[in-house]
């Protein structure tokens, strides 16, 4: 591909629908991994009548084997992949930490942390040999943070901050960048469904800014990370 290629995990959530947009309009030729198939391909007809380059791939992001198999085929389509972000994630399940059952914890655990560190080993190796790359995980601010009835989730992103910081030394003297973004209150449907009206604002009025935020502009904090991949070639 002549364009540059963005694989971006969770693509049809809140904050990816306003990543990939956001990477349409930069030029990227972008390819939507999750799992959720109507709103994947609702993303993708709406990027393409939009002009941009785009595919939609269904995969379960904790299962290695398809991971495996669907960057397989994104490596042999586009011949490289300049930029991952892994956005795919969420607290899922929410108790007191001696009521959490084993299996629930395991899945918060599995769909933060597991996911961000699959979709990285895929792209790592061919990212190292291109000395070329930028990879992009999301924690949260409950990961730096902490949160009641929140132990799993809060873990997962504080292991994503630990897992990003390592990496990137490791792939640092490779020509490739790994950063982290960690998005606040955000105003996505999934989101604000946890709350009534009047709570939602009330929630938003304690917040520094005054309110949540929109997922467009945690998509501009994605892109001020790519501004370097532009200057080459």
Not at 4 to 15: H, P, R, S
Not at 106 to 124: G, H, M, P, S, Y
């Amino acid at each position: 591909m002549e364009k540059k290629v963005a694989v971006v995990n969770g693509g049809a959530g809140g904050i990816g629908r306003a990543v990939v947009r956001r990477l349409g309009e930069a030029g990227y030729a972008i390819f939507i991994l999750d799992k959720n198939q109507q709103v994947g391909s609702e993303i993708l007809e709406e990027l393409r009548r939009q002009g941009c380059q785009a595919e939609y791939r269904a995969v379960e992001l904790t299962n290695a084997a398809q991971l495996k198999n669907v960057f397989a085929e994104i490596h042999r389509a586009a011949g490289r992949i300049d930029l991952l972000v892994n956005l795919a994630g969420g607290t899922l399940h929410k108790h007191p930490v001696q009521e959490f059952p084993l299996s629930e914890w395991r899945e918060v655990i599995d769909v933060n942390l597991k996911a961000t560190f699959l979709c990285c080993q895929a792209v790592c190796k061919p990212m190292r040999e291109r000395k070329w790359g930028v990879i992009i995980n999301t924690s949260s601010n409950f990961g730096i943070t902490g949160g009641g009835g929140r132990t799993a989730y809060a873990a997962s992103k504080a292991a994503v901050i630990a897992f990003t910081k390592s990496l990137a030394l490791e792939m640092a003297p490779h020509g490739v960048r790994v950063n982290a973004i960690a998005p606040g209150l955000t105003a996505t449907e999934r989101v604000m469904g946890n709350y009534d009206e009047t709570e939602w604002r009330r929630i938003g009025r304690s917040l520094p800014m005054g309110r949540a935020a929109e997922p467009s502009e945690i998509a501009v904090a994605v892109e001020q990370h790519l501004q370097k991949i532009g200057q080459r070639d």
